[in-house]
């Protein structure tokens, strides 16, 4: 999305444009589980569908004895994340693309994610912040970062000698740890 977004008063909104402002809020962020190196093919194929998707990745190089390369890799291996409706026409779209597998779901319904999970994990790749894979954390501290480029990240804090912020996607139980140091915080 990018872009700034303005809200306006329900009255202002004119009949017309009313329907595309509610089906507006009324899209979410859902993980859909892949199958093994499709992420980027279920993302292009949702693309032609005009269905919304995320596919974090981070770079790393590869070495040969003749070359090196820079590959994109996905951050989640096997999960992509779509904004839809809750409608079940819009996830039997995705449910019907290739590569796809399922929804991430709970007690047989899919789960939606805090758009605030996937715009704090969009800051952390956008400012190539390094990050790193790191076991999932329910417990510890919340806080947010205060000022900087990370402004408004949220996550655990977590202290093993020095100090890393623990930015988690609850539904698919994946986190990943940026280092801290510098940057103030406060508690949420």
Known sequence: MGGALSFVADSMIAPANLLA???FE????????????????????LAHKEVEAFLPQYEEVHRWSDRQKTVRTPLFSGYVF???AADSGARLRVL????????????????SIPAKQIEDLRTLLTNRTPCSLHAFLKAGQRVRIRGGCLDGVEGVLEQRGEKFLVVSIDSIERSVAIKIEGYDLELI
């Open 82 to 84: 779509v904004h839809l």
């Open 96 to 111: 019907r693309t290739s590569g796809v597998i399922e929804f991430v779901t709970f007690s047989g319904r899919a789960v």
């Open 26 to 45: 009324a899209l979410q962020w859902y993980a859909v589980q892949t199958r093994y190196r499709c992420e980027q093919k279920v993302v292009e194929q």
């Open 21 to 23: 402002f509610q089906r």
